[in-house]
């Protein structure tokens, strides 16, 4: 079945660039998507790629796919410590039709 | 403004008890959702719905069920409310190629 897995859990530095890496299983997935979580609070979509997409940028986030070795990245360029939280990747392979499929999160700490 | 609203934010109930969280929408979306979110095993798709009169198992559906009346709710009934379904459930709505919105969560305590 599907499956989508993330490293649990990030520690970096205020004003360096932050790398959260997902892997995921479904060669037919067509649609990656970025969710961030803060504390108490619901998800919130950051970004989406398409599957026939290598790169796509916004603003200070950056994802890159790489679709043969089934791997998603999302880079925060000078992260901030209101970026803290945690990050979920997800798939689905038809957008807004089909149910999201999750990663477990990666919880991204700032240290000031 | 369209909106996704859960209610309740917080329930505590005693095993046994049944309990139904309700998930209301304004998008007109025909696609909803309900998962729920634990330590350690992020979010996993309880039931969905397409659509009026529509409801589809999940991963995690045993103890849950679901029922479609109309577009703009999808209630989510515990039977028998368990101690292993204290969590925090998510509702979602979706239409193709628009996207999905998620509510902001009701955080389940069973005693």
């Known amino acids: 079945g599907e499956d989508v897995e993330q490293s649990l859990f990030l520690s970096v530095r205020e004003g360096d660039s932050s790398v959260i890496n997902c892997t995921y299983t479904d060669s037919s997935s067509t649609y990656l998507y970025w969710y961030k979580q803060e504390p108490g609070a619901g998800l919130q979509l950051l970004t989406y790629i398409f599957s026939n997409m290598d790169m796509k940028q916004d603003q200070r986030l950056t994802v890159l796919l790489n679709k043969k070795d089934k791997h998603l990245s999302l880079r925060i360029a000078d992260t901030q410590t209101g970026d803290s939280a945690i990050y979920f990747c997800a798939e689905s392979w038809n957008s807004g039709n089909t149910p999201l499929v999750f990663g477990k999160g990666t919880r991204l700490s700032v240290i000031a | 403004d369209a909106e996704i609203t859960q209610s309740p934010r917080h329930k505590i109930t005693e095993t046994g008890r049944q309990v139904t969280l309700a998930c209301h929408q304004t998008w007109n979306h025909n696609n909803m959702f309900w998962y729920r979110q634990d330590l350690g095993h992020g979010l996993r798709l309880i039931h969905y719905s397409y659509g009026v009169h529509d409801t589809n198992k999940g991963e995690v559906s045993d103890g849950y069920s679901v029922s479609r009346s109309n577009t703009e709710d999808l209630p989510l009934t515990l039977e028998s409310a368990a101690s292993s379904q204290t969590s925090v459930y998510f509702c979602?709505?979706?239409?193709?190629?628009?996207?999905?919105?998620f509510g902001s969560g009701t955080r389940l305590t069973v005693v």
């Open positions: 979602a709505s979706s239409e193709t190629g628009i996207g999905y919105t």
